[in-house]
């Protein structure tokens, strides 16, 4: 259980770091997730830090109507999304959108209809409300769990999604499981269904082969990476303890090294590299775990 303030004052700093899209806070049940059930006190004590920055952000605060950083609240059912539309500060909804049929019953208890329904009513609301919608396909790259999947299920999926108004769409690989060709060949493959549409990968790797995993989806024209910083996250689905979030020191080092200007301080990521273990070890500890 991490304090708010300490949220909001390391998110400050990832914008300060050159960040300009932050997935920030997931509105969520608090008696499943209780880690997340501070969202709304995270996002004012954000606006709070920043206005203590005296203009060391780049960009707009919370909740004005200048441009800014993207600010990313994950729903994942109505209740979530009227949350996130009153929350100040959050300019873009994320929802997690799973082909797997066993994944999105134990993930959000819902079939496939019901979850298309809700995409509908995410896109028709956050449109009024003037905000942005992201999904994201999970398990786009395969999933453990003996169902059928294949490339063109993928494209079905990113189609039905474009044709629902949704223009921004991450491919998951929420179990960790794709080596950097499949990465590669499904963004490929997905070249003109892609079309009019942002799409990017939400990796999950071990570290000493998400580096490839990030080049191999970039030569086949990916631009959108989403990451985590010092690799958190993962899935528990994934059977595997290691396999977290791609780190986004990770990310931004492969792309410097093929020329790319990702407009990230490194100096200041490599401080904030060494925060969030502090985070880590200081919250671990207040706990009463065990510290790796």
Same mark, same amino acid.
């Given at each position: ?39 709304? @006190?995270?996002?004012? @004590? ?11 952000? /780049? ?18 059912? @109505?209740? +979530?999304? !009227? ?10 909804? +994320? ?22 329904? =809700? ?8 449109? %009024?409300?003037? %905000? ?29 999604? %474009?044709?629902?108004?949704?223009? $921004?769409?991450? =491919?998951?690989? $929420? ?41 191999? &989806?970039? @030569? &086949? ?6 990451? &985590?910083?010092?690799? *958190?996250? +993962? ?6 303890? *290691? ?13 410097? !090294?093929?020329?790319?200007? /990702? ?26 775990? $065990?510290?790796?």
């Amino acid at each position: 259980m991490i304090p708010a303030a300490t949220k909001a004052e390391y998110f400050r700093k990832l914008v300060a770091a050159g960040f300009r899209h932050i997935d920030a806070v997931s509105f969520v049940s608090p008696k499943h997730v209780p880690q997340m059930a501070d969202s709304e @006190e995270v996002m004012r @004590e954000f606006a709070a830090a920043a206005a203590k920055a005296d203009g060391a952000l /780049t960009g707009a605060m919370p909740g004005s109507d200048s441009a800014g950083p993207e600010i990313i609240g994950i729903v994942v059912n @109505e209740m +979530g999304l !009227q949350r996130a539309l009153a929350t100040p500060g959050v300019t873009t909804v +994320g929802y997690p959108y799973s082909i797997s049929a066993y994944f999105r019953r134990a993930n959000a208890n819902m079939s496939r209809d019901e979850s298309r329904a =809700l995409v509908k009513k995410l896109q028709e609301a956050t449109s %009024k409300a003037g %905000k942005q919608l992201v999904v994201y396909i999970s398990m786009a790259f395969g999933n453990p769990y003996d169902e059928p999947w294949a490339p063109e299920i993928v494209a079905d999926t990113l189609l039905w999604l %474009k044709n629902a108004g949704v223009r $921004t769409i991450s =491919l998951a690989d $929420t179990v960790g499981q794709a080596n950097p060709q499949q990465v590669g060949e499904l963004f490929s493959a997905l070249r003109e269904v892609r079309d009019g549409v942002e799409v990017g990968v939400h990796l999950h790797s071990r570290r000493e082969s998400a580096a490839e995993k990030v080049l191999a &989806a970039y @030569e &086949a024209g990916c631009r959108r990476f989403d990451s &985590a910083v010092g690799g *958190l996250g +993962g899935c528990p689905f994934a059977g595997d303890e *290691l396999v977290g979030n791609i780190p986004t020191e990770i990310v931004v080092e492969a792309l410097s !090294q093929r020329g790319v200007a /990702t407009g990230i301080d490194k100096d200041a990521l490599l401080a904030l590299v060494e925060r969030n273990e502090q985070i880590r070890v200081i919250y671990r500890q207040v706990a009463g775990t $065990t510290v790796h």
